[in-house]
């Protein structure tokens, strides 16, 4: 069975109530009944969380999701009330934690794919199809697709893995008026994204992202263009056919399927701890990523 080695113990805090804690963020809710989400050091990988945490990750991934919010503001409300840490709360929860607002979430994970790659590239050698959409032939590893595509998943329990569905089973899953309006934000949120990382020398190779309700107005959730929820590309490297250079967790990745590691992806064993060299070469991608998208420093 995958998922946690360990289920870390939820932080106590005053004046908040533990929610769930997931792969890598912890959930709260407070007196209002705003909820609480602080992004840990965590990190996951084939479906493990390793034993091993990312010095920085939670901090890059809640800036870079503020830094995408404002963003995309004109496009899609956010669920975002307030970066600031909540009265009670550990010192080091500072810079990892946003309070937002309770939505009516939507049970689908909204991909959005512009090139081939992951296992929309397996779904393509197999039916020449992605979630049931015909693409061209001669496509590889790496391919610029004709057009962005409407890629939707259904959300699985921690532990197992989200299904590509067809835009047709989001129809009938959540009604045909609320699967197009997911559609269309997917698609303008990412067609933004795409191009305002195009300029800073990368490429939007897919993302995924998660919405809800606040009333009847479709909201933005969870995290947003990160290194985890997205795969960003150096344009400059980029060579269809191959895999390619990636900001995310391939460091990772690579290290646990070698030799060094020796760890059995099949054996469904607890991942190993990472070395040093690991972790450090992870977090400078992820921190490479934040400055090269906001234009900022890391500090």
Not at 25 to 38: E, K
Not at 58 to 73: I, K, M, N
Not at 143 to 169: I, R, W
Request: proline share 7%.
């Amino acid at each position: 069975m995958s998922g946690f080695v360990e289920k870390p113990e939820p932080r106590e805090v005053p004046g908040l109530v533990h929610l769930h804690t997931g792969k890598v963020r912890d959930l709260y809710r407070n007196a209002s009944g705003d909820l609480v989400m602080v992004a840990s050091d965590r990190i996951s990988a084939y479906d493990w969380v390793l034993p091993t945490e990312i010095p920085d990750k939670g901090r890059v991934l809640t800036q870079l999701s503020l830094w995408w919010f404002d963003q995309l503001a004109d496009l899609v409300p956010n669920h975002v009330l307030s970066s600031e840490l909540p009265e009670g709360a550990p010192a080091d929860w500072a810079g990892r934690t946003l309070v937002c607002k309770a939505l009516d979430m939507v049970p689908v994970e909204c991909v959005a794919r512009g090139y081939l790659t992951g296992s929309g590239l397996t779904e393509y050698e197999q039916t020449r199809t992605v979630c049931g959409l015909a693409l061209p032939h001669g496509l590889v590893d790496g391919s610029e697709l004709p057009a962005a595509v409407f890629t939707p998943a259904t959300k699985a329990a921690v532990g197992e893995h989200d299904e590509n569905v067809s835009y047709e089973e989001v129809a009938r899953q959540v009604g045909a008026e609320t699967a197009a309006e997911l559609r269309q934000a997917t698609l303008a949120v990412y067609a933004r994204a795409r191009d305002t990382a195009r300029e800073r020398g990368l490429i939007l190779a897919d993302t995924k992202f998660e919405f809800g309700f606040d009333g009847g107005e479709l909201v933005l959730a969870d995290e947003v263009l990160t290194p985890d929820s997205s795969r960003f590309w150096p344009a400059e490297e980029w060579e269809p056919g191959r895999a390619q250079p990636s900001f995310d967790k391939q460091f990772v990745r690579d290290w646990l399927t070698s030799p060094e590691s020796g760890w059995d992806r099949a054996a469904e064993r607890p991942t190993p701890p990472l070395p040093e060299k690991v972790v450090e070469a992870t977090r400078a991608k992820y921190i490479e990523a934040y400055e090269r998208l906001t234009g900022l420093n890391w500090a």
